[in-house]
């Protein structure tokens, strides 16, 4: 069973940083993307940014300019630097990896457990 386990969140004041780390485990032979998502009381999850396994990346309007995705293949990590928060950004974040557990065969998405972010002053 694959299994994804984010962590780094926490409690910041505006303008701090955070970075959020999400570590997959499991037997696979691909990651094919890597995402993080946010959720805020009573509103939707939203998409945040994604990286495709060739290294592109995207980013929704909200958060350019200020968070940036990246990896570590070897250690099968994903990472979600934060910088300039804005208590706007307060929510649980998720991340959302497209997993091949053998190359050559459709990838499944799996999800992190969350983990809270919180900017306030």
């Known amino acids: 069973q694959v299994q994804l386990v984010e962590s780094g969140g926490g409690s910041v004041q505006p303008g701090g940083s955070l970075r959020l780390s999400c570590v997959a485990s499991g037997n696979f032979q691909h990651i094919a993307a890597m995402a993080w998502y946010r959720q805020a009381p009573g509103m939707q999850r939203e998409w945040v940014a994604a990286?495709?396994?060739?290294?592109?990346?995207n980013y929704a309007d909200s958060v350019k300019g200020r968070f940036a995705i990246s990896r570590d293949s070897p250690k099968n990590t994903a990472y979600l630097q934060m910088n300039n928060l804005q208590p706007e950004d307060t929510a649980v974040y998720y991340c959302?990896?497209?997993?091949?557990?053998?190359?050559?065969?459709?990838?499944?998405?799996?999800w992190g457990q969350g983990t809270q972010v919180t900017v306030s002053s």
């Open positions: 959302n990896m497209n997993i091949r557990k053998h190359l050559g065969r459709p990838g499944t998405d799996y």
């Open positions: 990286m495709v396994s060739g290294g592109a990346t």
